[in-house]
């Protein structure tokens, strides 16, 4: 079985070395100003450079594997499936995959901070993504109190940010014991028989208590986790163009269509027939 080529092993899990540049974002109350603008982009050709930003800007990048090349002299590399920080006053240049997409959210806070660049990797893959769509609709629809709508779910996403940061330090002794089953879930996480008992019993644990430490530890139930394996190689099934959209939902691991689009939807914000098409 073939792991998904955009999660590495645990890659839900670590965080990028990047902790000194991110620690002063994540340490902050920040008192957000203004949202300038929130929208969905799915882009293609090469990424033009990127003059001195004037706003900060969080983007969710879905799809990609690029460089950003900072005039900071720092160099980031985005993998697809993670949040970059982009601070304002910058300028950068952009190498790699012409294809890309994925949500932004630029925005102004009241306080000069010296802010540098950095990617994270959440956890919560669900739950960042309903955020940034929320912000993207609500920007989108114009409707009744819209920019509130859209500093709610900054909001949410830099506390979540925040949260799981500080979750991040867990014991190597709690990733030990929960590696057997982790192992498991990246072989056979097509297999749609894989049960709590059978992972709990892996790792030496009753259920109530890999439960607890799982969730604890990644930040999602376990069959949150295997469903974001599955979502994650039936993407890359119908990026390759050569499956149909029931044959990557049985080849990743769903044997219900209706469900694996209602999974799909919530994961990424689109159903997957129209990911097959912007692909």
Not at 44 to 61: D, E, F, N
Not at 121 to 144: D, I
Not at 150 to 170: F, G, R, T, W
Request: aromatic share 14%; proline share 4%.
């Amino acid at each position: 079985m073939n792991i998904p080529k955009q999660l590495d092993y645990f890659g839900t899990l670590w965080y990028s070395l990047d902790g000194d540049f991110m620690e002063v974002f994540m340490k902050q109350n920040f008192n957000v100003e203004r949202i300038i603008m929130s929208h969905f982009f799915v882009s293609q050709g090469k990424a033009p450079s990127c003059k001195k930003r004037k706003h900060h800007a969080l983007l969710y990048i879905m799809n990609a594997k690029r460089c950003y090349s900072f005039n900071c002299g720092k160099e980031i590399y985005v993998k697809g499936n993670e949040v970059l920080f982009i601070p304002k006053d910058l300028e950068y240049t952009v190498s790699g995959t012409e294809i890309r997409e994925g949500y932004t959210i630029s925005f102004d806070i009241n306080a000069d901070l010296p802010l540098s660049p950095f990617v994270f990797k959440p956890k919560n893959l669900a739950g960042f993504l309903e955020s940034f769509k929320a912000a993207a609709t609500a920007w989108s629809n114009k409707g009744l109190g819209f920019e509130m709508r859209c500093k709610s779910a900054l909001y949410d996403i830099i506390c979540n940010m925040q949260s799981e940061y500080e979750m991040s330090y867990i014991s190597k002794s709690t990733l030990n014991r929960l590696k057997p089953a982790i192992d498991y879930m990246h072989k056979e996480y097509t297999n749609e028989n894989i049960s709590i008992p059978v992972l709990a019993e892996l790792c030496g644990m009753s259920e109530v208590l890999f439960r607890r430490h799982f969730k604890n530890s990644m930040g999602v139930s376990p069959l949150r986790y295997i469903n974001n394996l599955k979502i994650i190689r039936a993407k890359e099934l119908l990026n390759d163009g050569i499956c149909s959209v029931s044959e990557a939902a049985f080849l990743s691991g769903f044997h219900d269509e209706c469900y694996f689009s209602r999974e799909f939807k919530r994961a990424t914000g689109v159903t997957p027939s129209t990911y097959k098409k912007s692909g």
